[in-house]
């Protein structure tokens, strides 16, 4: 480089120039990494969260879907999504009938070996006796594996007798017949598993108890997944030599190779989306709708209205003590030592770990003032409360602070008292300071968790009514996307469900710093004037 | 100003032309010139602070600019070593010539620059360490690291500087301790260290009591002949005592340049006489 | 006007004033209530049933690492939590520090004044995620991505940040030593130690990033997943507080620096910086408080296994930590208020009180001491 054209001094300089040049770019380097760092974390941590979250709102919905929410919500056209399901069931219907099919196929072969059976029942021997005790059992009534059982009994008991040298060819052709039936029966059951799992339960299944067995996939991003599942059976392997264990995939078609059922894989595989005819949806009640069979279907409704709650119970505690204490503070208070240990004991509150509070409003508001019978609503507000305080009243000082002198002196001059002093002039001119102190510790109240764990959430709660929301508990946001993604029985089926809570509470969060941020920004504009 | 040169070549041909295009000024007045304006702006945006200076400061002499505040005389001082660079929309025209080349020359590196046009301000500004440290900073950044060295330079500059006797037995105390005189002089010991060549000094003594003021004046004549040294001033009176040559800037003109004496004895323009006899500024 | 009217105002307004104070109070009182109400019922956990100080429970909450609640009779060893509390801690800091200061020293000297304004507005919302966002992220993205790539990952982590500070070192070294001669022959050995620095140390990352790529990660969700989200938590606090500490320093420091001559690394490392240390302190105080305190990520992603990972320094096991132990066990605890397994999670939450409390003490006397230090 031909750097300096104003020469170097001679004499005792030892550090090159382009050293010094070197790490003084390489120092502005690092902190234009760390910037980007920090940039790039954001963009990394929310950018999923906003793209996943967004598909619990945006997604493409399946018929199932419309007629979950059409039986259990009430939305929609009932007839329309009648005649729509209709559609799909026809679609279904080769599928269907390859079910009967292979029923048909696997009842006449056991109606074969009920014969053979009775044939041999009805010998005169020791070995006829056996059987036909055995046979007494038999309920041609009875679910298929269990009829299946006693055969195989049968058979047993048959192939165990001395006396059963003549009947060698019906013993051989039952072995084949019930081989054939058991190694198949047990793929069966996963086969119907899986298959009721991507599109409800098959016809002729007794209607299964919980809700979410009722329907089939209500998305199509999970019904895909349901059917590669449907299409290939999944198994750890876990080699013997140590390395680590895998999920090898086989087609679940090779079971079936040569049964009724085989044509079954190419339906599902082809047709799916004629028997689920997905849909783009646009779930904007996802926000309003309350949950069914523990979030499988609906909305957040009870969790956003249970953060609302709290959120607001919060600020109506903290806003007045934390204003007032900021007026106090500035406008009347002499430096003192208590004044001074005033203030060290706000910082120390600020400093107290979330979870400390959630004790303490535990061991205090519900344990010793007994403010609610169990946990409340009321309860986490005034531990969230206590929480934010120490955030309003350090917003409200400088917010005060910020008033020009001039403006209290002015108002003093004219004879106003202190008190009016404050209420008329520094209170309007601190506002929206002040408010912007507000909104940036409600978006702090609502997502905070830990303070309500002990005092106000619960896992599964319906919308509370303003009337009860003070003695009673809620489910909250925060809580119930921890318990949503760590304890729920299914965590994996309701990623959606999940993301969508996390992005409803961090749109709301962010939504409300970003107004503060607009509002600092036109309170500084207003104040260079 | 924006010589684009990419290679070293195209670099060197540039500067060796730069040398031959420039015009030797014929008056060079008493003695030769350390720094040349010609022509030079200071811009803070859309404002023009300094309009088109021309001036020669000679070598070895003591120059005032003087002018009532916001006149552009510390603006231009403080673009003499590019300090205003640390302002974002401040920018300049013209040029300001030093050792054959333009100050705000895109080549100069403003860091061996620095070192060779030191500065003063207005406020004693020593760093919150021992008085040795704060001398020692300069000369350390060059790399100069053997102890006894060091004390060398300590020792010379804080005696040159005048405040040898006040501090050779507190070297190690916090700087931050002594009087503001005493800071003022520390800091001007502290840009004698680095061996500057022109020494920059942005009303040193506003901030001081009559008595330090003094000291730092009479620093001013013992450095003379030395140093290079340019001084703005509020005060008349202490351009007039300490200085051979002396500008009278008004809002950003250059309205009068000469020897000190000339200037307040006999001014030439109109508005400077006004200044002088105290009827503005 | 009558003296009694005056009066009657002069009681109004101390009347008035008093009300303003005792609300003013109400903080300290639930700072002085939440110290006594955390102690009232973590001090039977100290106690024997017959009353006296139960040493051997003591002895066993600080120094033994069983951790069985549950059991009959119960173990209460909380070493390995409040060791578990400790390495996410260190972890987070090591984050935070190094790219909170440099981020302040950016955003404060170095930055223009627009882009400043846009990055403010990142730091602000990094600071308003809620936790319960961190950790979700923590244990739904990131701990499946560690468990899956995480030894790719880390070691292609390691070589964006070693080879630009290892580069970098060789560079200055080879400057540096080959300073010492002059003429041809410098120029000579620079080239000599490039070769030799650089060579060595790209055999260093080289071997290292080998070592971390042969790391077996059992569990996504451990000590070195939730140290990276607390540190990017405790960021916004670092870097805002040391921003403003190292704004507070002024300008005629920078300028009497400046004008001596040295760049802007020199200004800030030698002059900035050291002014600023105090303020710089109680950032880093703060964001040890964060980190500390943080509830949900470390309960959803640390991995909540009551063990001091082996070697202790091992980031890649999972460990638990003091608030996720309190979080985790008061719901089973809470049924049986008043025994062991309830009072020893208010130990726990005593013991962060007064940590905390003494952190904040520390800040406020580093600040107040660096005040009286400038005599401002």
């Known amino acids: 480089m031909g750097r300096p054209p104003i020469p170097e001094k001679s004499g005792e300089i030892s550090v090159r120039l382009e050293t010094r040049h070197l790490l003084d770019r390489s120092f502005s380097g690092l902190g234009f990494v760390a910037i980007f760092f920090m940039a790039a974390s954001l963009v990394v941590i929310l950018l999923p969260i906003i793209v996943k979250g967004l598909s619990a709102y945006l997604f493409t919905g399946t018929i199932e879907f419309r007629e979950a929410m059409n039986d259990q919500f009430d939305h929609g056209d009932r007839a329309a999504v009648q005649a729509e399901a209709r559609l799909a069931e026809q679609a279904r219907q080769p599928l269907y009938d390859c079910l009967t099919a292979f029923a048909d196929g696997q009842s006449k072969q056991l109606d074969r070996l009920t014969a053979i059976a009775q044939g041999m029942a009805a010998r005169e021997d020791s070995l006829g006796r056996s059987v036909a005790r055995k046979m007494r059992r038999f309920d041609p009534q009875a679910p298929f594996s269990s009829q299946l059982k006693t055969l195989q009994g049968v058979y047993d008991r048959a192939a165990a007798n001395r006396g059963a040298v003549d009947v060698v060819d019906e013993l051989a052709e039952m072995n084949t017949i019930l081989a054939g039936l058991s190694t198949l029966n047990e793929k069966v059951e996963a086969f119907e598993h899986a298959l009721s799992e991507l599109l409800g339960p098959l016809p002729g299944q007794t209607p299964p108890r919980l809700l979410r067995s009722q329907y089939g996939q209500t998305r199509w991003d999970r019904a895909l997944i349901k059917q590669r599942q449907f299409l290939f059976e999944e198994e750890w392997v876990h080699p013997p030599d140590g390395a680590p264990s895998y999920i090898k995939e086989t087609p679940r078609i090779e079971h079936f190779r040569g049964t009724a059922l085989e044509p079954a894989f190419a339906l599902i595989e082809h047709d799916l989306e004629s028997m689920l005819r997905p849909k783009f949806t646009f779930y904007w009640r996802f926000l309003t709708d309350t949950s069914k069979d523990a979030n499988f279907f609906g909305g957040i409704w009870a969790e956003v209205l249970g953060t609302f709650y709290l959120t607001l119970g919060a600020m109506l505690f903290a806003v007045p003590m934390g204003v007032i204490a900021a007026i106090y503070l500035c406008e009347y208070a002499k430096p003192s030592r208590f004044i001074s240990f005033l203030r060290t004991c706000i910082s120390t509150l600020a400093g107290v770990p979330s979870i400390v509070f959630g004790l303490f409003g535990l061991a205090f508001f519900l344990n010793t003032l007994e403010v609610s019978h169990n946990k409340s609503v009321l309860a986490g507000s005034m531990t969230l409360a206590l929480m934010i305080l120490p955030t309003i009243i350090r917003a409200s000082e400088e917010a005060i602070l910020a008033v020009p002198q001039t403006y209290k002196e002015a108002a003093l001059g004219l004879g106003a008292g202190r008190w009016h002093t404050v209420l008329t002039v520094v209170l309007p001119a601190s506002l929206p300071g002040i408010l912007t102190g507000i909104v940036i510790s409600m978006g702090r109240a609502a997502g905070e968790t830990a303070p309500i764990i002990f005092t106000a959430a619960v896992s599964v709660g319906q919308p509370l009514s303003i009337f009860k929301a003070f003695s009673q508990p809620t489910p909250a946001l925060p809580w119930n996307i921890y318990n949503l993604c760590t304890e729920h029985e299914a965590v994996n089926e309701l990623r959606h469900v999940q993301f969508g809570m996390v992005f409803t509470l961090v749109a709301m969060v962010l939504i409300l710093n970003l107004s503060a941020i607009i509002l600092r920004a036109k309170v500084s504009k207003k104040l260079r004037g | 100003m924006d010589t684009n040169a990419s290679t070293d070549t195209i670099k060197m041909k540039a500067m060796s032309q730069f040398s031959d295009d420039l015009d030797q000024p014929a008056d060079i007045g008493p003695g030769e010139a350390h720094v040349s304006a010609r022509d030079f702006s200071v811009f803070y945006g859309d404002f023009e602070a300094v309009k088109k200076l021309n001036a020669d400061f000679a070598k070895g002499r003591v120059t005032a600019i003087i002018g009532p505040s916001g006149c552009g005389k510390s603006t231009f001082l403080r673009s003499i070593n590019r300090m205003n660079d640390l302002i974002p929309v401040a920018s300049t025209g013209g040029q300001l010539i030093f050792d054959k080349l333009n100050i705000y020359d895109p080549r100069i590196d403003v860091v061996s620059l620095r070192c060779r046009i030191g500065m003063v301000f207005q406020k004693p500004n020593p760093f919150p360490k021992s008085i040795y440290d704060n001398v020692a900073y300069g000369p350390r950044l060059q790399g100069i690291k053997k102890r006894a060295q060091l004390d060398d330079i300590v020792e010379k500059s804080l005696r040159r500087a005048a405040i040898w006797k006040e501090s050779k037995d507190r070297l190690k105390e916090n700087a931050l301790g002594m009087s503001g005189g005493q800071q003022q002089r520390l800091c001007i010991a502290r840009a004698l260290a680095v061996q500057p060549e022109i020494l920059l000094m942005d009303e040193p003594t506003s901030a001081l009591d009559p008595k330090s003021t003094s000291r730092i004046e009479d620093l001013i004549a013992e450095l003379r002949g030395g140093y290079t040294i340019i001084i703005v001033t509020h005060n008349m009176q202490q351009a007039a005592r300490v200085s051979d040559q002396t500008a009278f800037m008004y809002e950003g003109d250059l309205i009068e340049f000469g020897s000190t004496r000339k200037l307040f004895t006999n001014p030439t323009e109109k508005q400077t006489e006004e200044y002088i006899t105290g009827r503005f500024g | ?376």
């Open chain 3, 1 to 376: 006007m009558s003296a009694g009217k005056s009066r009657f105002q002069r009681l109004t307004q101390m009347a008035g004033q008093g009300f303003l104070l005792a609300v003013t109070s109400m903080s300290t009182l639930a700072v002085l209530f939440i110290f006594y109400f955390i102690a009232k019922d973590a001090v039977p956990f100290f106690l024997k049933t017959a009353g006296g100080f139960n040493w051997e429970t003591t002895r066993q909450f600080f120094t033994g690492s069983k951790w069985y609640p549950a059991g009959t009779p119960g173990q209460f060893g909380a070493l390995s939590i409040i060791y578990g509390s400790a390495i996410v801690t260190v972890g987070a800091i090591i984050v935070a520090v190094p790219l909170g200061i440099a981020a302040a020293v950016c955003l404060s000297d170095v930055l223009p004044f627009r882009v400043r304004q846009i990055v403010k507005p990142v730091i602000e919302i990094l600071a308003a995620i809620p936790s319960v966002a961190y950790g979700f992220f923590a244990l739904v993205v990131f701990a499946p991505m560690l468990q899956e790539k995480g030894d790719t990952l880390l070691a292609v982590g390691s070589w964006i940040i070693l080879l630009p500070i290892l580069g970098l070192g060789t560079l200055v070294a080879s400057d540096v030593l080959s300073d010492r001669f002059k003429g041809r022959i410098r120029t000579g050995s620079r080239l000599v130690l490039w070769g030799l620095f650089g060579g060595g140390s790209l055999y260093f990352l080289h071997r290292f990033s080998g070592f971390l790529n042969s790391l077996e990660i059992d569990s996504g969700t451990n000590a070195f997943n939730v140290s990276i989200i607390l540190g990017i938590m405790a960021l916004p606090t670092v870097v805002s507080v040391s921003e403003d500490a190292l704004q507070a320093v002024g300008r005629e420091l920078r300028e009497g620096s400046y004008a001596l001559g040295a760049t802007r690394a020199e200004t800030l490392c030698l002059t900035i910086i050291p002014a600023a240390i105090s303020g710089i302190c109680a950032a880093v105080i703060l964001g040890v408080m964060r980190a500390v305190g943080e509830t949900m990520v470390v309960w959803m992603a640390s991995g909540n296994a009551a063990q001091i990972p082996a070697p202790f320094y091992n980031f890649l096991q999972p460990v638990r930590t003091l608030t996720a132990t309190i979080a985790g066990d008061m719901g089973e605890a809470d049924h049986v208020t008043g025994s062991y397994r309830y009072s020893v999670l208010f130990a726990m939450a005593l013991l962060l009180l007064i940590f905390s409390f003494g952190m904040n003490l520390a800040s406020e006397w580093v600040v107040r001491r660096s005040r009286k230090k400038v005599g401002k």
